[in-house]
């Protein structure tokens, strides 16, 4: 046990380090931003709504706002900031006062301010503390497990962050990048979570041979379904910005491997635990019934995690299918539509991978677990 503990302890620490060199690693698309411009969070004093023209539900025009600067070398001044409204409900903002804004200002040599325009509310402060919620929660009711599952968060968050995406974007082919991403984040997720143990090492096992197989059957059917990548939100944006020579389709499977990646590991670690408990307090029990025992458990988790992840999709999707109600779409047009077919495409590809790691799961797990020994690790 000492040995297994110095084990995680010392897995715990290089991890820390790999987030911290992740944490200060340079995505090299930083913005290079223009000279004399800066970000600040400001204060709404008051604001003039007279240039603001209503149409219908849209907003055009121009509000301006007296505002006080409240972060920079220019905290305290107020000056007069702009906001611009296009009529996109998605991207305006009208001000009020006593709001908090993130405020772009420019200045010139002399450090006087020539314009301000007004970006967005300031969320930064709430997100930080809903962060801070968030880990008070997991470690009040997980205690050191829940530290570990927090750095699991941080590190994938991380990965896909500062290496997934950046590798991506510099023309590395987009499956690649993601399965040995993935499967990197598989095996520290589990070792994290469950140890270094055999149910930890079963799930690692099972979760990377039903994602891999998850990576085939995206790649298989979107080509079989005829969906180009460009169907993601954002993705025809990249083109425009200059990134001409990526592969969308390819990033369009690779988000779907990704995307059940985490439902693929959380029922895989759920049934080796399952099997091993029984294995611990079964001593002497039969392979064909531990075998028969992890097959009736995932039998259940499977249906709920396969409806969880069908209601995951479903929610994100939830607008769209309103649209098509309302404007009276025949059903047959809405399942036909490049966007409905991905979706389904997405959330089918999902179930099948989640479906196939009951079986392997149990399978490894028997054969893991069930020496004749009553300890499992």
């Known amino acids: 046990m000492k040995y297994i503990n110095r084990k995680e302890i010392a897995f715990i620490i290089v991890l820390l380090f790999v987030i911290g060199i992740l944490a200060a690693l340079p995505t090299g698309f930083q913005k290079q931003e223009y000279r004399y ?16 023209m209503n149409s219908g539900i849209y907003k055009l025009g121009d509000q301006s ?26 991207a305006d903002k009208v001000f009020k006062t006593g709001d908090i804004a993130w405020v772009l200002i420019g200045y010139d040599e002399n450090n006087n301010i020539v ?35 927090l750095l699991s968060f941080i590190f994938s968050l991380l990965s896909i962050w500062k290496i997934l995406i950046p590798a991506v974007l510099k ?59 460009a169907v993601l ?8 910005a200059g990134f001409l020579n990526l592969d969308l389709t390819s990033i369009f499977q690779a988000g779907i491997y990704l995307a059940s990646l985490g439902a693929i590991l959380d029922l895989a670690i759920d049934i080796s635990s399952a099997l091993e408990e029984i294995a611990r307090n079964t001593p002497g ?28 999709y479903i929610g994100s999707y939830i607008t769209i299918l309103m649209v098509y109600m309302a404007q009276g779409t025949p059903i047959m047009n809405i399942l036909n539509s490049k966007s409905m077919s991905a979706e389904i495409l997405h959330a089918l590809v999902g179930c099948i991978g989640l479906i196939f790691v009951s079986p392997l799961t149990s399978l490894i797990s028997t054969f893991m677990m069930c020496n004749g020994s009553t300890n499992t690790k």
């Open 37 to 52: 411009t800066a970000g600040v969070k400001a204060k709404v004093i008051s604001v003039n709504n007279a240039g603001i």
């Open 65 to 90: 706002a007296l505002i006080e600067i409240m972060t920079g070398i220019h905290e305290g001044m107020q000056v007069e900031a702009s906001n611009m409204l296009t009529g996109r409900l998605s």
């Open 115 to 149: 314009f301000a325009n007004m970006i967005d509310h300031y969320r930064i402060d709430k997100q930080v503390l809903l962060s801070a919620i968030f880990a008070v929660v997991m470690i009040t009711f997980s205690g050191f497990t829940g530290i570990r599952t």
């Open 171 to 229: 023309g590395f082919n987009p499956l690649i990048s993601t399965l040995i991403i993935g499967n990197i984040l598989t095996v520290c997720t589990l070792l994290l979570v469950a140890g270094f143990c055999k149910k930890a090492y079963a799930a690692i096992i099972s979760s990377i041979v039903c994602s891999l197989a998850t990576c085939l059957f995206a790649v298989f059917f979107g080509r079989l379904f005829n969906i180009h990548g």
């Open 233 to 240: 939100e954002g993705a025809e944006s990249l083109l425009y």
């Open 285 to 312: 029990i039969s392979r064909h019934k531990l075998m028969k025992s992890g097959l009736n458990i995932g039998k259940s988790v499977v249906g709920s995690q396969t409806t969880t992840l069908l209601f995951a």
